[in-house]
């Protein structure tokens, strides 16, 4: 591995084990850097055949070739194929030749946190150029297969972030949920259906007027703790949201705190806080860049801890602006221009002109290079370190964390991320919409943001944006069933998406319990690609790199060491072909049988798979533990009663804890043979 330095970069915190400097240029695969001003590009030739994987949580397919990316932070709520950025800022990515080429696989991680640009074969088809400011860390790393590059890098950015096993279950969000009795309700509908669930979002209604660490007066103030108590008496935990922005409201204490304290970004004079709207209306932005403001903001989280709640997903933190109150007076004077000018519209060109400039206020460049960060004594304009906000206001919570409940983990995930970020909470994947093409991202973007070290980490089911169908959401939960984070969550005036909402929601309540089955296994593969800098979710072609077959499925995943998942993506569809690489066992959960096993040889097969069962693949002579009854809370799941499915010879290596602690000592960890003998 090596690290190459171009002028002065700014520490990202990303890597935490670095090699010595190389001097010179990376010479890797005919690679040529060149700085022109501000200005550093990296560009290398594309081989018929060679494959670049990574780039974490973006668009399209696995196989990033054909596009360009932008690696930048952005509050996008419409992931068609035609976006470059989505929330996630992930710099790494692996270039893996063809079997049989004399070229070695190399990976490159582009350490800076500004806009960095990834040509990959869009201009040139043959040809990846990657551009960014000229402040950087290059590390180049050779390894035998793409597999083994990814690992490599891993174990240089530390160790991921370590959830509670609580996070494993079932999560029920939607943005609407105000009232006690909404909440209440939620948990009876479960219970009632005996559908298993752990966990229920609280998206910014439960605040006052969008402020963070307020409750609504009308609904929560009064005796929050008795309240979180009440629900957890129903064996629910809340799980509440904090936005990054702060209401600028006068009486408001955390606002008048920040201002008074400094701790919010500021124009270019260093004194005036910078003004966003968000959620809230005007807000200022904490300036998480700065040690004792994150501190602050972190501590804040403490009313909430008091009250007993144990996670939260932080939210808004690209950060997401809708307007800034000077793009907003410039929008003003524009529009009056062009409402006082007799003339217009001319033509066609006016009205575009028009709506460029309305739609362009919302998370606009000129506004995030309108205010300035303090790092330790030096100003820094914000768009030159704008993909960490997200990862520090993570790091402001989880550091908190460790002091509010130094015992045991909270369960934390953010929106916003970049490499670094990974060590103090899990992603979700953001807005996504209930379209079927989102199940197909949610498979492409699950193995690179693996590579980029978040392990905790899922997608809305059901989709987010606009309104989903019944077939939809189960063939969300057939995939949301091995991702740590499985959280159904819909947005505000969509059609309402909670499993009981459709016809039969017994086959919801089938494959939850599937997925509370399988969380001994899937907690046990997060311990281990957590101690041992693996992915649990990988492309079929990671470990069958000679495969020519395997190296272009794009729609099945390697799923830990023992499993491919092989999801269906497309509606009025009830089954499809998969590749296997090697002979596996297909097993199927159906309602009312017994776990059905059979073994089918490598090749293509037609397999049904319904929209009320679980289908999968245990690879060659392996097998996995499930256990033998569902559970309705993790806290309940019997890791006594567990039975190997798969190979009747194999066994199965099981790593387990107790789930809560954060001191690893007083976790337990511990490893357990299983055999079916
Ligand atoms: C953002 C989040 C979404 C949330 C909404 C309201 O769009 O991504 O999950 O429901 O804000 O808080």
Redesign the pocket.
């Known amino acids: 591995m090596k690290r190459y330095v171009y002028g002065t970069p700014i520490e990202t915190g990303a890597v935490v084990c670095k090699p010595e400097t190389t001097s010179g240029n990376p010479e890797d695969l005919s690679m040529s850097v060149a700085t022109k001003e501000d200005n550093w590009t990296l560009s290398l030739p594309l081989e018929e055949g060679d494959i670049v994987y990574g780039l974490g949580e973006t668009v399209r397919g696995i196989n990033k070739r054909g596009w360009k990316y932008i690696s930048w932070s952005t509050?996008e709520?419409d992931h068609s194929e035609g976006k470059n950025s989505l929330y996630g800022a992930h710099n790494f990515l692996i270039i893996a030749p063809k079997p049989g080429s004399d070229r070695k696989p190399v990976g490159l991680f582009i350490d800076q946190p500004g806009k960095v640009t990834y040509d990959i074969g869009y201009q040139k088809q043959d040809e990846m150029t990657i551009t960014c400011d000229s402040n950087l860390e290059l590390y180049v790393i050779e390894g035998s297969t793409a597999y083994d590059i990814a690992k490599k890098f891993r174990s240089i950015i530390g160790k991921p972030y370590l959830a509670p096993r609580f996070g494993f279950g079932y999560g029920q969000?939607?943005?609407g949920y105000k009232t006690k009795e909404d909440f209440y309700k939620i948990a009876d509908k479960f219970n009632e259906l005996n559908m298993p669930v752990d966990m229920i979002y609280m998206?910014?209604d439960y605040m006052q007027d969008f402020e963070d660490f307020t409750l609504n007066e009308k609904e929560f103030a009064d005796d929050f703790p008795g309240f979180v108590q009440k629900m957890k008496d129903k064996g629910i935990r809340l799980i509440p949201?904090i936005?990054a922005g702060i209401k600028m409201l006068e009486g408001y204490g955390i606002y008048e705190e920040g201002e008074a304290k400094n701790y919010f970004c500021k124009l270019e004079d260093h004194k005036t806080d910078f003004t966003g709207a968000v959620?809230p209306g005007y807000a200022a932005f904490p300036d998480f860049l700065n040690p004792e403001a994150r501190n602050w903001f972190g501590m804040k989280y403490k009313i909430l801890t008091d009250a007993g709640i144990e996670g939260f997903?932080n939210?808004?933190n690209e950060p997401?602006l809708f307007y800034s109150a000077q793009g907003m007076q410039e929008l003003k004077e524009y529009l009056t221009q062009f409402a006082n000018d007799p003339a217009k519209p001319v033509n066609c060109y006016d009205v575009f002109d028009l709506n460029d400039h309305v739609g362009g206020i919302k998370n606009s460049m000129k506004d995030y290079e309108r205010f300035y960060h303090n790092m330790d004594g030096q100003w820094i304009r914000h768009d030159k370190v704008h993909n960490l906000y997200g990862s520090l206001m993570t790091k402001a919570a989880t550091d908190a964390f460790k002091k509010l409940r130094p015992e045991q983990r909270t369960l934390m995930f953010s929106?916003a991320s970049t490499i670094g970020g990974h060590r103090d909470g899990g992603i979700?994947t953001?807005?996504n919409v209930s379209w079927w093409s989102h199940l197909g991202l949610l498979v492409h973007q699950l193995p690179a943001i693996n590579m980029s070290g978040f392990l905790y980490t899922g997608a809305?089911l059901g989709g987010?944006g606009q309104n989903t169908t019944r077939d939809l959401v189960l063939r969300f939960m057939q995939i949301g069933m091995f991702t740590p984070l499985m959280r159904n969550?819909a947005?505000?005036g969509t059609r309402e998406q909670e499993p009981y909402q459709f016809e039969h929601p017994e086959d919801f309540t089938f494959l939850i319990e599937q997925r509370y089955r399988l969380i001994p296994y899937l907690y046990s593969e997060y311990l281990k690609a957590i101690k041992t800098d693996d992915m649990m979710f990988r492309p079929l072609a990671f470990d069958f790199p000679e495969d020519p077959i395997a190296r272009e499925v794009e729609d099945q995943l390697l799923f830990g060491h023992e499993l491919v998942i092989a999801p269906v993506l497309e509606q009025n569809k009830t089954g499809r072909m998969v590749y296997l690489p090697e002979s596996m066992m297909e097993v199927r959960f159906a309602k009312d049988q017994p776990i059905q096993t059979q073994p089918r040889e490598a090749g293509w097969h037609y397999i049904c798979y319904p929209l009320n069962e679980l289908v999968f693949f245990v690879r060659n002579n392996k097998a996995i533990p499930v256990a033998e009854h569902s559970a309705r809370r993790v806290d309940e799941i019997n890791d006594q009663d567990l039975t190997l499915i798969g190979y009747p010879e194999a066994r199965y290596v099981m790593v387990a804890d107790d789930g809560i602690s954060l001191d690893p000592a007083k976790a337990g960890y511990h490893e357990t043979v299983l055999t079916n003998v």
Request: aromatic share 26%; glycine share 4%.
């Open positions: 509050d709520f969000s939607r943005w998206d910014i949201i936005d959620w997903w939210d808004m997401a929106r979700w953001g807005d809305d987010f969550h947005a505000l």
